[in-house]
Nanobody, 115 residues
Framework: QVQLVESGGGLVQPGGSLRLSCAAS????????MEWYRQTPGKERELVASITSGGSTNYADSVKGRFTISRDNAKSTVALQMNSLKPEDTAVYYC?????????WGQGTQVTVSS
């Protein structure tokens, strides 16, 4: 069993930055991928960014060049650095761990981009 806890969400003005963090209850070294998703009311959860165990990254077109995902295996954390935030980035952001056995989700953290 793995627990994931997100933090770092909040209210930020357009053009600002936030850094989300996802802390796992055990080592993420062997996890296939760590991912960040986001969801707004009435819409399906969408993949924002992913990072493999080897460090390869992938981003949604809407966030390329603005968001950066990183992982620290020693600290069992994954971060999402979000720059140049836009109102359309407003959502609940979720961390997901993809393992050989199953997937695990965090409880989510709210990000609101508004002036």
């Amino acid at each position: 069993q793995v627990q994931l806890v997100e933090s770092g969400g909040g209210l930020v003005q357009p053009g600002g930055s936030l850094r989300l963090s996802c802390a796992a209850s055990r080592s993420i070294f062997s996890f296939n991928r760590m991912e960040w998703y986001r969801q707004t009311p009435g819409k399906e959860r969408e993949l924002v960014a992913s990072i493999t165990s080897g460090g390869s990254t992938n981003y949604a077109d809407s966030v390329k060049g603005r968001f950066t995902i990183s992982r620290d295996n020693a600290k069992s954390t994954v971060a999402l650095q979000m720059n140049s935030l836009k109102p359309e980035d407003t959502a609940v952001y979720y961390c997901k761990a993809v393992t050989f056995v199953r997937d695990y989700w965090g409880q989510g953290t709210q990000v609101t981009v508004s002036s």
